[in-house]
């Protein structure tokens, strides 16, 4: 079984600042990794992913990930956070192999971007 | 190209009255999700279609859940009786079989039990 933990329910941050939002997994098998974001009202729209290759992954919205083996976490970033970033954002891991995709999702972050 | 499209969007129910969802997935992904999202935490899947065959619904509470896709297309997720605790977000998804294919998200019908 996997399961994902989201450490920070909430992150303020203001304007223009960087931003990490941090995420970690468990799993007994390998698993691929993901981000989605959901605005207000909204459903989940994905941000990025890790399949395989380079543990460094660019998303939309000029957000990034990096994936480490050895800490099994999948941190998200943005060097230059806008206000219209503010929504929750979910990390979620789905297992390798089985032949289906399905994902368990952590428990979201806010994050509050203010002016 | 439309996206997952989810029906109603709102919708409020007293308890132990029937309710059900509408899902039209992405034209061509055979595999369909339903997941329930409750308040301030991640969504939870209860029931995954490949095509018409329902093969993972371990977490659908089935004494009053039920789900079906018809044609191996759309989908209806039925409560009933509803209870005060399925008050929640019912996400509808979508993706083409197999691991590390994205899966799309409809926007969600919000149900409130009252």
């Known amino acids: 079984a996997q399961s994902v933990t989201q450490l920070d329910s909430q992150v303020p941050v203001f304007e223009e600042a960087p931003v990490e939002l941090r995420c970690n997994y468990s799993s007994s098998v390998s698993v691929y990794l993901f981000w989605y974001v959901q605005y207000p009202n909204q459903g989940l729209q994905l941000l990025l992913k890790y399949l395989s290759g380079s543990t460094l992954v660019k998303g939309i919205n000029g957000f990034e990930a990096e994936f480490n083996k050895s800490q099994t976490s999948f941190h998200l970033r943005k060097p230059s956070v806008h206000i219209s970033d503010t929504a929750e954002y979910f990390c979620a891991v789905s297992p390798q192999g089985g032949g289906f995709q399905k994902l368990v999702f952590g428990t979201g972050t806010r994050l509050l971007v203010s002016p | 190209e439309a996206g997952v499209v989810q029906s109603p969007r709102y919708k409020i129910i007293e308890k132990k009255q029937p309710v059900a969802f509408w899902c039209n997935p992405i034209s061509g992904h055979n595999t369909l999700y339903w997941y329930r999202q409750n308040l301030g935490q991640g969504p939870e899947l209860l029931i995954r279609?490949?095509?018409?065959?329902?093969?993972?619904d371990s977490q659908l509470p089935k004494d009053r859940f039920s789900a079906e896709r018809l044609k191996g297309v759309d989908s209806t997720l039925k409560i009933q009786p509803a209870e005060l605790g399925d008050s929640a977000v019912y996400l509808c998804?979508?993706?083409?079989?197999?691991?590390?294919?994205?899966?799309?998200f409809g926007e969600g019908s919000w149900l409130t039990v009252v």
């Open positions: 279609y490949e095509n018409e065959e329902a093969v993972d």
């Open positions: 998804a979508s993706s083409f079989r197999g691991p590390g294919n994205t899966i799309y």
